[in-house]
C-alpha cells in the first residue's frame, strides 16, 4: 500500500538526520538554549526579516496551538475559527480544555473574512453575559488546501487591529502555502500582519517540530512559563532547534514543500483529465477530489487515503495529501491506475447500457 493519507507519514530529510546523528555527542545547554537553537531562532528572524520577534520551538502543532490560545486569552475571552479550522475538528477538544470557547463560522472555502468576524462580534455583543472573542484563527494552507492571498490577509488584519482583535496564523502547512504557484505572500508579509504564526516542519521534512513566532510584545510576556507549564520545554531542545536550522539554512524548508506542491498538482492535473471535478480549488498539497465510490474501492486496494465525506449515493470526496517525500513514480503509477479502472468502469457501463437496450 503506498500512502497519500498525510505529509508525516516519512519520517526526516536526510540531512536533517545526518545533522542529529553528526551532533548527538555533543554537550549543550537544555532547554532550547543551546547555540543550534539560537542560531536557527536568529535565521527565522532573518528570514521573516523581523529581528523583534521572539521564537520558540515545540514539539507539535496541537500542542503549539493550545499553547499560544491558552496564553494569550483570559478565561472569559474566545476565539474565532472556521468550523473546519484545525482547532475546531482535529484537536480533540484542547482548546476547550483549556477553558476556551471556539466561535465557529461555516466556511466552505474554509477561510475567515472580516464580514465572518464582525458576525461573530455582533452576536457577542451582550457584555458579560457571553464569552468575549479576542483571537481569530486562521491556517495556510486551511484543512482543505486553500490558501490566503496578500490582499486577504492584509484585510484581516487591518479590521483585527481595528476591533482590538489578535490575530493568530497556523502554519502547520505554511511551507506549501507559500510555495503554492497562485501564492503571493511571503514569511515577511505574515510576519507583519499576524500577531503570532507557526511554522510547521513535522509535516515538511522535520521529524517533529514547529516553530511558534511572536510578532506582538504583549503576547511574550512570560511565554516560556507556559510552554514548561503545557509540558512542550524539552531538556533536549537542541533536537528541534537542529532540524529547523537545516531546514532554513539554505532553503530546505522551501525545496521540500515545492515538492509536494508539485506531486499533488501533478495528480490535479490527472484526474481533471478523467473529468472529475474538485471539492475545492487547492494549489497546496491537499487535493480533494470528487470520485465514484466504486473507483475509491478499487484505488483502496493499492493506496491509502482519506474518504472526506459523502457526495450523493455514488460518490464521495476523497483527500489525497503529498509529501516532501513523495515518490514521482508511484504518483504516476497512481494516475495510470485512476485512468485504467476508470476506462474499465466505463466500459462495463457501456455494455450494461449495451444489453438494457437490446
Known sequence: MYSFLNDYSEGGHPNILKALSKTNLEQHIPYGDDSYSNTAKELIKNKINNPNSDVFFVSGGTQANLIIIASALRSHESVISANIGHITIREAGAIEATGHKINTIEKKDGKLTQQDISNILEEHDFGPHVVKPKMVYISNSTEIGTIYKKQELEELSLYCKKMGLLLFLDGARLGSALMAENNDLTLSDISRLTDIFTIGGTKNGALIGEAIVINTNKLKNDFTFHIKQRGAMLSKGRLLGIQFLELFRDDLFFDLAKHANTMAM??????????????????????????????????????????????????????????????????????NDIKKINNNLDQKKEMQTKQITL
Open 266 to 335: 501533478k495528480i490535479s492535473k490527472a484526474i481533471k483529465a478523467n473529468n472529475f471535478s474538485m471539492l475545492t480549488e487547492s494549489t497546496s498539497n491537499q487535493i480533494f477530489p470528487i470520485l465514484p465510490d466504486v473507483l475509491i474501492k478499487e484505488l483502496k486496494n493499492k493506496y491509502n487515503f482519506y474518504v472526506w465525506k459523502k457526495i450523493d449515493r455514488k460518490n464521495s470526496v476523497v483527500r489525497l495529501v503529498t509529501s516532501w517525500g513523495t515518490k514521482e513514480n508511484m504518483v504516476n503509477e497512481f494516475i
